[in-house]
Nanobody, 126 residues
Framework: QVQLVESGGGSVQSGGSLRLSCAAS????????MGWFRQAPGKEREGVAT???????TYADSVKGRFTISQDNAKNTLSLQMNNLKPEDTAMYYC????????????????????WGQGTQVTVSS
């Protein structure tokens, strides 16, 4: 059974940085997609960044140049380095995973992923 556990959220001022981590276990797929999603109150869950088993990354336009997704296969950990944070980045952040199903780059659509963590809150104040 796949389990994803996020950590690293918190409160920062605008312009600050945070690093989120997602510990994955029970994963047996050789080709996979993993990603970070976020959901602000009253809004739909949106894709932030994804990475596949080959290391190919995809970013939402709103975070390009500020966020970096990475993975440590030895530790089964997914990370999201967030720099130059803005108040509009405030949301609950979720880690997600699934098989890649042959996609050459992992989708930012939440509907693609079947495995989710419980989320970690990020709050950015102006």
């Amino acid at each position: 059974q796949v389990q994803l556990v996020e950590s690293g959220g918190g409160s920062v001022q605008s312009g600050g940085s945070l690093r989120l981590s997602c510990a994955a276990s029970g994963y047996t797929y050789s080709s996979y997609c993993m990603g970070w999603f976020r959901q602000a109150p009253g809004k739909e869950r949106e894709g932030v960044a994804t990475i596949d088993s080959d290391g190919t990354t995809t970013y939402a336009d709103s975070v390009k140049g500020r966020f970096t997704i990475s993975q440590d296969n030895a530790k089964n950990t997914l990370s999201l380095q967030m720099n130059n944070l803005k108040p509009e980045d405030t949301a609950m952040y979720y880690c997600a995973a699934d098989q890649s199903y042959g996609f050459t780059s992992c989708p930012l659509s939440r509907n693609f992923y079947n495995y989710w963590g419980q989320g970690t809150q990020v709050t950015v104040s102006s």
